[in-house]
Nanobody, 120 residues
């Protein structure tokens, strides 16, 4: 069983930055997903346990950065140049194999979710 505890998020103006954190009880392959209002959950970014593999959705590439500090068992999502369309509930998720990193069904464990709202 892997426990994930998220922090961060909130309300920010368009163009501003925000950082999400996710503390994990195990060192696994990690992903960030988001669910905009009225839409399905979508992939945002993922990172392997040793940070060698890093992946982004096209919609956030160049604006978001995923990283991890294994000494703190924490994964971060640094979000810059935020847009109103980034408004969503953001979830961190964990899987052991690092397979199909953009498919939510591959992730066994999920954080509680945190709201990010970007105002125009």
């Amino acid at each position: 069983q892997v426990q994930l505890i998220q922090s961060g998020g909130g309300l920010v103006q368009a163009g501003g930055p925000l950082r999400l954190s996710c503390v994990s009880s195990a060192r696994t392959f990690m992903g960030w997903f988001r669910q905009p209002p009225g839409k399905e959950r979508e992939f945002v970014a993922a990172i392997s346990w040793n940070s060698v593999g890093i992946y982004y959705a096209d919609s956030v590439k160049g604006r978001f950065t995923i990283s991890r500090d294994n000494a703190k068992n924490t994964v971060y999502l640094n979000m810059n140049s935020l847009k109103p369309e980034d408004t969503a509930v953001y979830y961190c998720a964990a899987q052991f194999l690092g397979r199909n990193y953009d498919n939510a069904l591959e992730y066994l464990y999920w954080g509680q979710g945190t709201q990010v709202t970007v105002s125009s």
